[in-house]
């Protein structure tokens, strides 16, 4: 049997849908999303920080505001010392951390929380966050949203480090 080119180009193209068909109808089954899962960022995906206000109990307060392409640290009330590569996985923390989402009615009882708010680019509004360190995990409250997150307590140290 001896098939003309354009009997050829027909096989080809008929074969490759055939080959994208049979790919699309695979994937969810090798590959299925994972939608029951409560892990919740806490910054929208790729955001980008400008500025990252960490106001601690006895109105001591550590700012990080993006100056090109370094960040640069004041604080007030207290003496805070962190180098650049600390900075920067402080602020890589913020981005990448997803936390459990916890029901709407926990209390945390005599616990006063660290108040956090990031400023984002693109963004009009603060996101302002309510953190409290405990000794088994971290919970913070997402204001916005409404949100309670929790985290390891090992993570503690990385999104608010100690005074």
Do not use: C
């Amino acid at each position: 049997m001896k098939l003309s080119r354009t009997g050829w180009n027909n096989v080809i193209i008929f074969s490759v849908m055939i080959i994208i068909l049979l790919i699309n109808t695979t994937n969810d089954r090798l590959f299925p999303k994972n939608d029951d899962s409560n892990d919740e960022l806490l910054l929208p995906q790729h955001s980008v920080i400008l500025t990252l206000l960490i106001k601690y109990p006895g109105n001591k307060q550590v700012m990080f505001e993006r100056k090109g392409r370094a960040w640069q640290m004041t604080s007030q009330g207290t003496i805070f010392t962190l180098n650049n590569q600390q900075i920067d996985q402080l602020i890589f923390t913020w981005q990448q951390s997803s936390g459990l989402t916890q029901a709407d009615d926990i209390i945390i009882d005599g616990q006063q929380g660290i108040k956090v708010e990031v400023s984002m680019a693109g963004v009009n509004d603060l996101m302002a966050f309510n953190v409290y360190p405990l000794t088994d995990q971290l919970l913070i409250f997402n204001q916005r949203k409404k949100l309670w997150l929790a985290f390891p307590a090992a993570i503690s140290q990385q999104l608010v480090p100690n005074i």
